[in-house]
């Protein structure tokens, strides 16, 4: 009947209009740019260290990554091992996490830092860490050696 609603068209509208409501705001990062900052090692590495302390240089870090890769304590890592991860991290891994958000990083003092998105991300990867990366996780949240 004519001015009486459509009850499919008024389903139709809840549907919508619930499915609105679900959709996260436009501040919460995308599944697939935290699939793709977590999609390398280094990056979920640099991820779980900042679990632990959410302000590292890049020259700590590049040594806590070169340690963990090469199965020695940051002490006995050597210039070259070091300086390897310290251009990987520049040069690729860290601007892509600048670029999502998930960190700062200040040039001037090299110093890395969360960002907007970086709860999220690491949100992400505590779920995934216990099956994927437990032997990493445990030791990127380790104290550094003195």
């Not at 919508?16 to 996260?24: F, N, Y």
């Not at 960190?103 to 690491?122: C, K, N, P, S």
């Amino acid at each position: 009947m004519a001015g009486e609603p459509d009850p499919d068209e008024e389903a139709t509208s809840n549907v919508s209009a619930s499915t609105e409501k679900q959709l996260p705001p436009p501040a919460v990062l995308e599944i697939e740019p935290v699939y793709e900052a977590l999609g390398h090692s280094r990056r979920r590495y640099l991820c779980y260290t900042l679990l632990e302390d959410t302000e590292w240089s890049l020259t700590d870090l590049a040594t806590k990554i070169a340690a963990w890769e090469n199965d020695v304590s940051e002490h006995e890592v050597t210039e070259n091992q070091r300086d390897r991860v310290y251009v990987s991290l520049y040069h690729a891994h860290v601007p892509k996490l600048v670029d999502e958000s998930v960190i700062t990083f200040d040039e001037a003092t090299e110093t890395i830092t969360t960002a907007e998105h970086a709860e999220q991300v690491m949100t992400a990867l505590e779920g995934l860490g216990a099956s994927l990366d437990a032997n990493q996780e445990t030791h990127a949240r380790s104290e550094m050696d003195e």
